[in-house]
Structure formats: structure tokens, C-alpha cells
């Protein structure tokens, strides 16, 4: 194996955080990938916004509240969060109502990110 | 790239997403996602739409499996399981569009 081999590893997140159990998955991966200094983005897009929704209380559907848990990304290295304009827009959200500090991008911008890529992975 | 999508457009809108995202590359529709290789369907305007910009390709397995192969749009190819493989192997990277 390559000593020192960083690939551009994309995590897609395309769902909202409690009705499935994607959202919470993908973080989990997210963390083992930054364990091993790989150079990792986060899309969120269509219902994957409301992953970084702010404000979520979930002692009411007993079920553990992983949000905060993006806000400690930046400690893993991990810094690229990207959030689609139309997404956010559709659901009546802007970047103001997020958890953390994300770099919002066209579609198209998004795509171009996508191609990119060594290796995407969807949730 | 390679888009990889899997869902009836119909039902969900992983097409509708890919479509909206990428700029361009290849399109292999899978699964219930061949839904969207058919004639006559309400999301036909936009594949054929989509054509200008990707190669769209569908699964012969899954058309035959629905009874639609007789009804594919023109300029959407099909592949076998090979073919699949095939498409994997020669593009950089791909995306699955759940």
C-alpha cells in the first residue's frame, strides 16, 4: 500500500436525520475516513439539509440528538461542508438557520465538486 | 462520471436530483430507475431532455423483468450485467444515486 495515499473521498447526504437511520450511518463513516487523513467533503442536499437544522429536541422521540456532533467535525479536520442553494431554498431554510458554518453552492457548482472526486458515497 | 440511479422517478427524485446536480457524463438506470427509460411517462419530457447532456443507459434485466422493453426511449442504450461492469471500469468515479 502507498505510504502517505490521500484520496478525495465525497459523502453525499441526501435524507432528513430521524426517519432513517442513513444520516447518523454517514456521520459514523465520515469520522473513520478522517481517522485515516483521507481529504473529505459533505454535501447535503434535498431532505440532507435537515440534518444541520438547528434547534433539534429529540428527548420527546427518545432517540439520541447526533447534531451537535457535526459542529465537532472541524476537530477531526474535517472543514468541507457544502449545502445546495436549491435545497436549502425549497424548504424555506437559509444558511443562518444551520448548526454550522457550510459553504453554499449551486447545483451546478456542486456537480463540478462531484467530479472531483476519488470515491462518493451516498446516505 | 458515472451516475448510478436506482429509484422510480416517480416515486422518489433521485433522478430528479442527478439531473438537477451533474452537469453531465453517464446515466445507468437500475432497479426501478428503468421506470424512467420508458415511453409515455410523465417524466419522459426530461429524460429526452437529459439526453443532450448524458449518455443514459438502462439495464436490459430490470426492462425485461418490468415489461418494458419494448418501450424504451430513442437514444437510451441498455446494457447486461457485463455492460454494467463495463461502465464501472471505464469511467473515473461514480455517484449512487439512492
Known sequence: MTEGATKKFMFVNRTAPYGSVYALESLEVVLISAAFDQDVSLVFLDDGVYQLKKGQQTKGIETKNFSPAYRALADYDVEKLYVEQASLAARGLSAADLIVDVTVLTSRELGALMDEQDVVLSF | ?98
Open chain 2, 1 to 98: 462520471m458515472l451516475h448510478i440511479v436506482n429509484k422510480s422517478p416517480l416515486e422518489r427524485n433521485a433522478l430528479a436530483a442527478c439531473l438537477r446536480i451533474a452537469g453531465g457524463g453517464t446515466i445507468l438506470l437500475i432497479e426501478d430507475a428503468v421506470y424512467a427509460a420508458a415511453r409515455g411517462t410523465a417524466v419522459e419530457p426530461q429524460v429526452r431532455e437529459a439526453l443532450g447532456r448524458f449518455r443514459i443507459v438502462a439495464l436490459q434485466p430490470d426492462l425485461d423483468a418490468r415489461a418494458l422493453g419494448d418501450r424504451v426511449i430513442e437514444g437510451v442504450t441498455t446494457v447486461d450485467y457485463a455492460g454494467f461492469v463495463d461502465l464501472v471500469a471505464e469511467h473515473r468515479n461514480c455517484q449512487s444515486w439512492l
